[in-house]
Antibody, heavy 124, light 107 residues
Framework: EVQLVESGGGVVRPGGSLRLSCAAS????????MSWVRQAPGKGLEWVAS????????AYADSVKGRFTISRDKAKNFLDLQMNGLRTEDTALYYC?????????????????WGQGTLVTVSS | ENVLTQSPGTQSLSPGERATLSCRAS???????LAWYQQKPGQAPRLLIY???RRATGIPDRFTGSGSGTDFTLTISRLEPEDFAVYYC????????FGGGTRVEFK
């Protein structure tokens, strides 16, 4: 069974940093692209960042580009999101998600499995 | 950025009725990398449709996706009580974008 468990959320002041992690199990981690998606309280889904299966290709939403860094550790089956320069508008529930299927096209595929999320609150 | 616009924002329907949800992209979606998700309160999103028209594993056949290019539709043929939720479209490819969502609520 695919399991994605996020951790690392918490309360941080504007301008601060936080590192989120996602522990992946139940599948071959190296075969799938991974993403972070966030949802502000009472709002819709917002894509944050994606990394392809081998870690050589990444993409970021304009709202986080230059502040957030997505990475993966294939030895530990972990997906990470380093968040620097946090703003109040970054407050959200952050989900880790896996591509639905292995995709060799070079494109990022649809997201098929999701964790339950970790809450990040940016407040003074 | 490929902007996805979903309409209507809210659809008020009764169980047994048909729901038709629209997702329009500002640019052509690559090779139908268009997916639909259902989200209920307090839960993570659930993949319903990928590749514009393919049902994900375990999704009932009352959910149908159609469309290509920039115009896509999710149809729920006969609403069941558990279908009342928020629905999002997602385009992927070189980057990802979600639509703003359509809420299907009880009339």
């Amino acid at each position: 069974e695919v399991q994605l468990v996020e951790s690392g959320g918490g309360v941080v002041r504007p301008g601060g940093s936080l590192r989120l992690s996602c522990a992946a199990s139940g599948f071959t981690f190296d075969d799938f692209g991974m993403s972070w998606v966030r949802q502000a309280p009472g709002k819709g889904l917002e894509w944050v960042a994606s990394i392809n299966w081998n870690g050589r290709s990444t993409a970021y939403a304009d709202s986080v580009k230059g502040r957030f860094t997505i990475s993966r550790d294939k030895a530990k089956n972990f997906l990470d999101l380093q968040m620097n320069g946090l703003r109040t508008e970054d407050t959200a529930l952050y989900y880790c998600a896996r591509e639905y299927q292995y995709d060799s096209s070079g494109y990022f595929g649809p997201l098929g499995n999701w964790g339950q999320g970790t809450l990040v609150t940016v407040s003074s | 950025e490929n902007v996805l616009t979903q309409s209507p924002g809210t659809q008020s329907l009764s169980p047994g009725e048909r729901a038709t949800l629209s997702c329009r992209a500002s640019q052509r979606v690559i090779s139908s990398y268009l997916a639909w998700y259902q989200q209920k309160p307090g839960q993570a999103p659930r993949l319903l449709i990928y590749g514009a028209s393919r049902r994900a594993t375990g999704i009932p056949d009352r959910f149908t996706g159609s469309g290509s290019g920039t115009d896509f539709t999710l149809t729920i043929s006969r609403l069941e009580p558990e279908d009342f939720a928020v629905y999002y479209c997602l385009q992927s490819g070189t980057s990802l974008t979600f639509g703003g969502g359509t809420r299907v609520e009880f009339k």
